[in-house]
Nanobody, 117 residues
Framework: EVQLQACGGGLVQAGGSLTLSCAASGFTSDDYAIAWFRQAPGKDREPVSCIYIKYGRIYLTDSAKGRFTISSVNAKNTVSLQMSSLKPEDTGLYFC??????????WGQGTLVTVSS
């Protein structure tokens, strides 16, 4: 079973920066992706960014492009999401997600990011 621990959320003013981290363990293979989702109050959970560890491929939503960066620390199975130029619209619960090939996705507990005006 994959276990996730997300941290790094906090309060930041608009235009500021924040880095989230996701530490994952319990992988059964090296074929998996780690992604960040977020959910604002009253909104659906939406993807933010994803990295396929095995292939080193990175995906960012249009909203995240130019502001967010996702990277991995392979030895620790850790993925960080570096966020800059934050906007109030970025406020929400950020969830780490792991999807192994042919297995159910696993979710972290969520870490709160609040961007004030």
């Amino acid at each position: 079973e994959v276990q996730l621990q997300a941290c790094g959320g906090g309060l930041v003013q608009a235009g500021g920066s924040l880095t989230l981290s996701c530490a994952a363990s319990g992988f059964t293979s090296d074929d998996y992706a780690i992604a960040w989702f977020r959910q604002a109050p009253g909104k659906d959970r939406e993807p933010v960014s994803c990295i396929y560890i095995k292939y080193g491929r990175i995906y960012l939503t249009d909203s995240a492009k130019g502001r967010f960066t996702i990277s991995s620390v392979n030895a620790k199975n850790t993925v960080s999401l570096q966020m800059s130029s934050l906007k109030p619209e970025d406020t929400g619960l950020y969830f780490c997600n792991v999807k192994e090939y042919l297995r159910e996705a696993a979710w972290g507990q969520g870490t709160l990011v609040t961007v004030s005006s």
